[in-house]
């Protein structure tokens, strides 16, 4: 039964954008992985335990799975026994989730089937490029690894940019701020957002420091006439123009 659900679900599948459940029984941390994914451009589902998951993945499994080990009723880690155990749970990725750093436990999560270990607490940043990975090697179909806006070209394998012929060097901090403005052209993002998504929720910086990368960034993108991809957003932040790919 479960087996003919599933295969229902995978006939219905498009060109929707990613889906990811997450299941975190603390609440603070599902809603911070939430709203980062969400922000990614990722359909999100969220429960707090694992026979709750163990339902929701045999009614319509996702396409990459963020799974906490210690969680109410059926844990992560035989949680992910189980589905790699099951035709419907074999192929989705998993990163799992855990306050346990020792090599032999990191070695005991990869053993059930789990695809990747993050340990607590953790970058969110590094996680999202985790989640990008994962997505980009089970389905590449739905993770595109360029970003291509008007003359602006970013390719995320090779991390490098280009603006028309020219090449432009960018930094870390600033290639991943471009990313995160040409993933979601025209959204207006505060600087509170950007911190938490481009440094990650533990980053102890101020505010101003987004105002210096976005200064480098333009830097780095602009020559001569050129028009400036990123727009200020008074009393608000900043925003990848919209219009931009229009010219």
Not at 13 to 40: C, F, T
Not at 143 to 155: H, I, M, T, Y
């Amino acid at each position: 039964m479960i087996d003919m659900i599933v295969e229902q679900q995978k006939e219905l599948k498009s060109d929707r954008a990613p889906r990811i459940l997450v299941v975190e029984d603390e609440a603070p941390l599902a809603y911070l992985l939430v709203y980062n994914l969400e922000a990614e451009g990722y359909q999100v589902e969220h429960v707090d335990n694992g026979d709750e998951a163990e339902l929701r993945i045999a009614e319509s499994p996702p396409d990459l799975l963020v799974l906490d080990w210690m969680l109410p009723g059926v844990s992560g880690l035989e949680l992910c026994r189980r589905l790699r155990a099951r035709d419907h749970g074999r192929e989705i990725p998993v990163i799992m989730l855990t306050a346990r750093g020792e090599e032999s436990e990191r070695v005991r999560g990869l053993s059930v089937g789990a695809d990747d270990y993050v340990v607590k607490p953790f970058s969110t940043p590094e996680l999202m490029a985790r989640v990008r990975a994962l997505l980009r090697r089970a389905r590449p179909e739905r993770v595109a690894s360029k970003l291509v806006l008007g003359d602006l070209d970013l390719d995320r394998d090779t991390r490098r940019v280009r603006r028309a012929s020219r090449e432009i060097h960018l930094g870390p901090t600033e290639f991943r701020l471009l990313e995160y403005f040409m993933e979601k052209p025209g959204r207006v993002f505060t600087r509170a957002q950007l911190l938490d998504s481009v440094w990650g929720m533990s980053a102890e910086i101020d505010e101003r420091t987004v105002d210096v990368h976005v200064g480098r960034l333009r830097k780095a993108l602009i020559r001569g006439r050129e028009k400036d991809p990123i727009r200020t957003v008074r009393g608000a932040g900043y925003s990848f123009d919209e219009t931009f790919s229009k010219d």
